[in-house]
């Protein structure tokens, strides 16, 4: 049973333009959701994160929504740069229970120059 | 800061030997998560130790276990190997304590069981 679910395996943009990556997840008693990027060969990075008591949250070119109702969260970049070309993941937590990240299984972001 | 360091980045065993793997946190941080990546099932949930107990447990067989250590270091080992195993195993830090504790990832260990 997926309980966080990236629809959209790859994605791809110009430069300059936004990138919005999608998440869904079905266990309501998610209350805390991060982003992460990941290189091949490499730990995923942290890049921003959103607890359920907020519905926005930014840092930078990076922005992420979280429509508890719709049980959906997406990141946007803005603007999309060529070294933004990683694999993304979205990842939740239900933060009472510790440090257990349920992941999605990714979705690719290519950025053309 | 130095960050999540992992040790031996490679491995190559085989079927039935076993394994043990190593994990230096951020300094600071008492919490240490294991998660395993395949191409099949993506990043998967292990464990968690906070203050050298298990605070948390995927599903994974009894074949895995970890510990930790009173200086947060913490290990993980697979026993009697299988070709399923063949993963790149992940460590991620975080200070264990807080409303909003960001885990941060090491670089991981790629296992091939041949």
């Known amino acids: 049973d997926q309980q966080v679910k990236q629809n959209s395996p790859s994605l791809s943009v110009q430069e300059g333009r936004i990138s919005i990556l999608n998440c869904d997840y079905t266990n309501s008693m998610f209350d805390y959701f991060l982003w992460y990027k990941k290189y091949p060969a490499e730990g995923p990075t942290f890049l921003i994160s959103?607890?359920?008591?907020?519905d926005k949250n930014e840092d930078g070119r990076f922005t992420v929504f979280l429509n508890k109702s719709a049980k959906h969260l997406s990141l946007h970049i803005v603007p999309s740069q060529p070294g933004d070309s990683a694999v993304y993941f979205c990842a939740a937590s239900v933060l009472v229970a510790g440090n257990k990240l349920t992941f999605g299984g990714g979705t690719r972001v290519l950025v053309k120059p | 800061k130095a960050g999540v360091t992992q040790t031996p980045r490679y491995l190559i065993k085989t079927r039935g030997q076993q394994v043990t793997l190593s994990c230096s946190p951020i300094?600071?941080?008492?919490?240490v998560s294991w998660y395993q990546q395949t191409p099949g099932q993506g990043l998967q949930f292990l464990f968690e130790?906070?203050?050298?107990?298990?605070?948390n447990k995927g599903n994974f067989p009894g074949r895995f276990s970890g510990r930790q250590f009173s200086n947060s270091r913490s290990e993980m080992n697979v026993s009697t190997l299988e070709l399923g195993d063949s993963a790149l195993y992940l460590c991620a830090s975080s200070s264990g304590t807080g409303y909003t504790d960001t885990q941060y990832f090491g670089p991981g260990t790629r296992l091939t069981v041949l």
């Open positions: 300094s600071g941080h008492r919490s």
């Open positions: 130790y906070f203050s050298e107990t298990q605070r």
């Open positions: 959103i607890s359920s008591i907020k």
